[in-house]
């Protein structure tokens, strides 16, 4: 036991926080600056004209497209690997981030979500059917009004049919770069080559039945990978607790509460139009929900929320700028401002990295036939390896954001090499791996280890 513990904490040693820079959202004085006008960045439509990709977007975020795509020297550099992570596209809210009553009334009805069993032997194939769900309201059922305040036939949450429309041009706009431009996909799906996975959470398998449809077209239906709930670690859903016990001091923090205390008049107002109880300790121990409830507005161009009762009390638009800021606050503290947000990332995240870690090695060492692994996550995988790799500059990862890990082998000198984009771009750190633009992929895994240990054993004995 006690050399256990003693372990623990020479290893504990080993991962070093580094301060991102400082931004408009790590100071409270800024993100409270009521004289300030809007926001950096796009909050109501997931379009962005050509001139502008790149920027901020939260209802789509950019990713890597054929315009904006910087090539590696392909006389010098070999492309040979692509790992894809995205959060899924945009949807409506979660059922908890739902007012009680909300005014809109809300149809999903332009697309609809399959969930069915299919044999895998010949015999049995056509003793099963296609089976999709019609979101269908129940006027008997006396909590149907209750649960989540809207009016209508979505579910909460699912991905919108603009959501999917987003997907769909991902996939589109990465099929430009790997398959068109790079030429390094294989034109046809060939699952030894490309894979696809997916977590529990649906949404992220409405996502990707538009990304594999855009980038692979003949394609009549494929098996995508998801791992057992309780252990998915693309979500991520393993426990661990002291990723838990840290999770809970970061939010105790001084600075947090300080945060959520300079806040009250807001939340006042806010509870006022919604109709959220006030003593709600979910509502108002973060600005998740209302940040959620009031994006999926904009970002599907709805008005801002009005009060059920009074038509004449809605959210203003300098509201809505302010919770986006505390949302952004809130994602740069509390996965690179705080100086445990490393530990919490490493902790939290650590089971994704060391896969991520054996898939690059495995393609060096010539033992791997994969080229193209595409992952569709959420924002908080996002924000891990976000918080992981200890990016400079963190707001949350809105919709559709993405990151990707592409392994080069040098032609001229047979060694390996990593660079890692994020919003289409490099992927800039203050951490030891700096800028990953084509690092020794030594480097790259010798970080992966300095975190967690050289097969995850560090992070196995942290989460314990
Ligand atoms: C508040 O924002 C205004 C306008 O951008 C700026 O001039 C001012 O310096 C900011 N104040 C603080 C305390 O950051
Ligand atoms: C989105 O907001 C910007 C700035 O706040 C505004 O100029 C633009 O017209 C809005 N776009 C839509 C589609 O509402
Ligand atoms: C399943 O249905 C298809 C299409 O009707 C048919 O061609 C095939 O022979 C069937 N397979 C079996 C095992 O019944
Ligand atoms: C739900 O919306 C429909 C269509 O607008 C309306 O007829 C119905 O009265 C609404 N139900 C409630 C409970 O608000
Ligand atoms: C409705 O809200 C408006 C704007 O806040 C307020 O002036 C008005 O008194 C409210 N009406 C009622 C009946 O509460
Ligand atoms: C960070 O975590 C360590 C180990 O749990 C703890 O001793 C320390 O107080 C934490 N730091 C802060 C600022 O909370």
Redesign the pocket.
């Known amino acids: 036991m006690l050399l256990f513990a003693a372990l623990a904490a020479v290893d504990f040693a080993q991962i070093v926080h580094h301060a991102p820079i400082q931004n408009e959202f790590s100071d409270l004085d800024q993100v409270f600056n009521s004289s300030r006008g809007t926001n950096h960045g796009i909050y109501n439509s997931s379009f962005v004209p050509s001139s502008r990709y790149g920027e901020y977007n939260f209802c789509n975020m950019p990713h890597v497209r054929k315009d904006t795509y910087s090539q590696v020297d392909q006389s010098e550099y070999k492309l040979q690997f692509v790992e894809v992570i995205h959060r899924h596209h945009k949807r409506t809210p979660y059922a908890q981030n739902c007012f009680p009553v909300e005014t809109l009334v809300l149809h999903c009805d332009d697309a609809v979500n399959n969930y069915y069993s299919e044999f895998k032997t010949p015999a049995q194939i056509n003793n099963t059917m296609k089976i999709s769900w019609a979101n269908y309201q129940n006027r008997y059922n006396p909590f149907n009004f209750i649960h989540n305040g809207y009016n209508g036939t979505c579910q909460f949450p699912e991905i919108s049919s603009a959501g999917l429309e987003d997907s769909y041009q991902h996939g589109l706009d990465l099929y430009g770069v790997y398959g068109e431009l790079l030429e390094f996909l294989p034109a046809r799906y060939d699952p030894k080559q490309v894979r696809f996975r997916v977590t529990n959470n649906v949404i992220t398998s409405h996502v990707v039945s538009a990304v594999v449809k855009a980038m692979y077209p003949h394609e009549k239906g494929i098996e995508v990978k998801v791992e057992a709930d309780g252990f998915d670690a693309l979500e991520p859903t393993y426990s661990c607790e002291i990723a838990d016990a ?1 999770a809970s ?1 970061i939010t105790s ?1 001084s600075e947090w509460q300080r945060h959520l205390a300079k806040a009250a008049d807001l939340y006042d107002e806010l509870d006022d139009i919604s109709g959220v109880d006030p003593n709600s300790k979910d509502w108002h121990q973060s600005f998740d929900h209302y940040f959620d409830n009031t994006a999926f507005r904009l970002c599907h161009g709805y008005d801002l929320a009005c009060n059920s009762g009074n038509s004449s009390l809605c959210m203003t638009q300098h509201q809505a700028e302010q919770i986006f800021r505390l949302g952004d606050f809130e994602y740069n503290y509390k996965f690179r401002i ?3 947000s490393t ?1 919490y990332a490493a902790t939290s995240y650590g089971a994704y990295f060391n896969e991520l870690k054996h898939r690059l090695l495995e393609k060096a060492n010539g033992r791997s036939s994969l080229k193209y692994s595409h992952n569709v996550a959420h924002d908080g995988s996002i924000a891990r390896i976000l918080g992981f790799l200890q990016v400079d500059y963190l707001r949350w990862p809105g919709m559709g954001s993405e990151v990707v890990f592409e392994l080069y082998e040098g032609l001229n000198d047979g060694e390996w090499y990593l660079r890692a984009l994020y919003m289409g771009r490099i992927l800039t750190t203050t951490g030891p791996l700096v800028e990953t633009d084509m690092i020794p992929l030594r480097d790259f895994v010798g970080y992966i280890e300095s975190m967690i240990g050289k097969d995850a054993e560090v992070l196995v004995n942290y989460c314990g």
């Open positions: 840290i001091e923090s705080h100086e445990n530990l």
